[in-house]
């Protein structure tokens, strides 16, 4: 139950990472008269008619800076771990232990005649 729980938290946390900005778009429609009234760049110019979208376009630019910075972060870190290491070589010995498997040489009529009367094919008539 516990790594089901820790899987799921898991999971919301990549997934949200990647939709920050639905996560933004849905708190603006959420909160738009209260950015509109109080967080809004031009709410000093009512004829522009902004309602918030002002503040709205920032946070999405800010989103999109924020992953542009991530994504390069992400481009150096692989770069560092792509970078070979050398180890010291060390040989491992196995030993083989060799099995003698015999067959019988002949082959036993009674198998086949069992086989041959289970297996026949269809008849055409």
């Known amino acids: 139950m516990l790594k089901r729980i820790i899987s799921i938290c898991l999971l919301v946390t990549l997934i949200s990472s990647n939709f920050s900005r639905f996560f933004i778009y849905a708190g603006f429609e959420l909160n738009q008269k209260y950015i509109a009234e109080n967080l809004c760049i031009n709410k000093n110019k009512p004829w522009m008619h902004c ?23 992400d ?33 036993t009529p009674e ?15």
């Open 51 to 73: 309602n918030g979208k002002c503040f709205f376009m920032r946070k999405i630019k800010e989103a999109q800076d924020n992953e542009k910075k991530q994504g390069r972060a």
């Open 75 to 107: 481009q150096q870190n692989h770069y560092q771990e792509a970078l070979p290491v050398v180890q010291p070589v060390s040989t491992i010995a196995f030993s083989t232990k060799n099995i003698k498997v015999s067959y019988p040489d002949t082959e």
């Open 111 to 125: 198998t086949i005649q069992r086989a041959y009367s289970i297996l026949l094919p269809p008849k055409v008539v």
